[in-house]
């Protein structure tokens, strides 16, 4: 009879530590704990389920995952640029998740062909120009930005960033790599000054009359009027004519190896639900993933605009043929 209740006893103890694992969610990512935290503790507070996190470069924490193979706490890696995540899918630290969810909040041009990661918010890179020297009707295209009248007027970021890499690998998929080769070496021929370490210097020296066209992702551009609202600039949302504006993801997927697999999902299926979906862009004044939802009230004032609406996953696939067109280019 003592052994029976002994038996019985464990049994519990072992079904209860399980409950407690599966309540549980370990996340990789590479997104500051400011923006994602607000996220978790709502969750957390809807669900019961908890969630610990790290947080690092998105470099490291691929580096990370693929280290610790299947001894790998996390459950979920978030990290920013489509770039990234393709990576992360490539070198199979991702895992499939069939979810009918995530492919009806998602589009499919933001999400992983093969269903291992999906965006959740979304990041337009547009052209950024001054409104004391500049009409938006001087603008039309990305490759415009090449033409003579804007020589010695354009201020590009650095080409060693990620966002422009996806930049100029979307517009290889689009144009072709010899075009995108001549369009780029003509951003390099109109430049007014060096690049740039960040969109944010690029603005302010935009401001301060260096330059008068440029291109910046667009909640740098928002943070900058957020603190400085007299700032004499505005967003022009380029070929709305033909492939539209370009566009790029944070997003998240679950890892490979993850120990609460099915929490990871229902996790990541919040993060792409109207509740979540807000909360998630706001925050960083992004736009939501999910079409069904709008965006915050100042990202709104920008504007409605078309977006390319070529897969994303382009960016990281031509990432490599990007940065070598960047260097033949001469684009630093």
Not at 93 to 117: C, E, F, Q, Y
Not at 141 to 152: A, P, R, V
């Given at each position: 009879?003592h052994?029976?209740k002994?038996?019985?006893?464990l049994?519990?103890?072992?079904?209860?530590?399980?409950?407690?694992?599966?309540?549980?969610?370990?996340?990789?990512?590479?997104?500051?704990e400011?923006?994602?935290?607000?996220?978790?503790?709502?969750?957390t507070?809807?669900?019961?389920t908890?969630?610990?996190?790290?947080?690092d470069?998105?470099?490291?924490?691929?580096?990370?995952?693929?280290a610790?193979?299947?001894?790998?706490?996390?459950?979920m890696?978030i990290?920013?640029d489509?770039?990234?995540?393709?990576?992360?899918?490539?070198?199979g630290?991702?895992?499939?998740?069939?979810?009918?969810?995530?492919?009806?909040?998602?589009?499919?041009?933001?999400?992983?062909?093969?269903?291992?990661?999906?965006?959740?918010?979304?990041?337009?890179?547009?052209?950024?120009?001054?409104?004391?020297r500049?009409?938006?009707?001087?603008?039309?295209?990305?490759?415009?930005?090449?033409?003579?009248?804007?020589?010695?007027?354009?201020?590009?970021r650095?080409?060693?960033?990620?966002?422009?890499?996806?930049?100029?690998?979307?517009?290889?998929?689009?144009?072709?790599?010899?075009?995108?080769?001549?369009?780029v070496?003509?951003?390099?021929?109109?430049?007014?000054?060096?690049?740039?370490?960040?969109?944010?210097?690029l603005?302010?020296?935009m401001?301060?009359?260096?330059?008068?066209?440029?291109?910046?992702?667009?909640?740098?551009?928002?943070?900058?009027?957020?603190?400085?609202p007299?700032?004499?600039?505005?967003?022009?949302?380029?070929n709305?004519?033909?492939?539209?504006?370009?566009?790029?993801?944070?997003?998240?997927?679950?890892?490979a190896?993850?120990?609460?697999?099915q929490?990871?999902?229902?996790?990541l299926?919040?993060?792409?639900?109207?509740?979540?979906?807000n909360?998630?862009?706001?925050?960083n004044?992004?736009?939501?993933?999910?079409?069904?939802v709008?965006?915050a009230a100042?990202?709104?004032?920008w504007?409605?605009?078309?977006q390319?609406?070529?897969?994303v996953?382009k960016?990281?696939?031509?990432?490599?043929?990007?940065?070598m067109?960047?260097?033949r280019?001469?684009?630093?």
């Amino acid at each position: 009879m003592h052994f029976l209740k002994y038996v019985t006893a464990l049994l519990f103890t072992m079904l209860a530590s399980l409950a407690m694992a599966a309540d549980e969610i370990v996340v990789y990512s590479a997104r500051n704990e400011q923006l994602i935290k607000p996220l978790f503790d709502a969750y957390t507070a809807a669900t019961g389920t908890q969630i610990k996190f790290i947080t690092d470069k998105e470099g490291p924490l691929l580096e990370k995952l693929k280290a610790e193979g299947k001894d790998s706490p996390a459950d979920m890696l978030i990290t920013v640029d489509a770039g990234n995540l393709w990576l992360a899918a490539k070198q199979g630290v991702l895992a499939k998740v069939d979810s009918k969810m995530l492919t009806a909040n998602i589009p499919a041009h933001l999400r992983d062909p093969g269903n291992r990661w999906f965006g959740l918010s979304v990041r337009a890179r547009t052209i950024v120009y001054s409104t004391a020297r500049v009409k938006p009707a001087e603008l039309s295209t990305y490759e415009s930005l090449g033409d003579k009248k804007w020589h010695g007027r354009l201020c590009l970021r650095t080409s060693k960033k990620v966002y422009n890499q996806s930049l100029v690998a979307m517009m290889i998929a689009r144009l072709g790599e010899a075009k995108t080769e001549q369009v780029v070496k003509s951003w390099v021929a109109n430049l007014a000054t060096d690049v740039f370490p960040d969109d944010t210097k690029l603005m302010e020296a935009m401001a301060a009359g260096q330059c008068d066209v440029g291109i910046v992702n667009t909640y740098y551009f928002g943070r900058l009027m957020k603190k400085q609202p007299e700032a004499p600039l505005a967003l022009f949302w380029p070929n709305q004519k033909d492939r539209g504006v370009h566009v790029n993801v944070s997003g998240a997927g679950v890892t490979a190896h993850a120990k609460h697999r099915q929490a990871a999902v229902k996790f990541l299926e919040w993060l792409s639900s109207k509740q979540a979906q807000n909360m998630f862009a706001d925050e960083n004044l992004e736009y939501p993933a999910n079409p069904q939802v709008k965006p915050a009230a100042m990202v709104a004032t920008w504007g409605q605009f078309k977006q390319d609406t070529i897969n994303v996953s382009k960016a990281g696939s031509l990432q490599v043929k990007a940065v070598m067109l960047m260097d033949r280019a001469g684009y630093k």
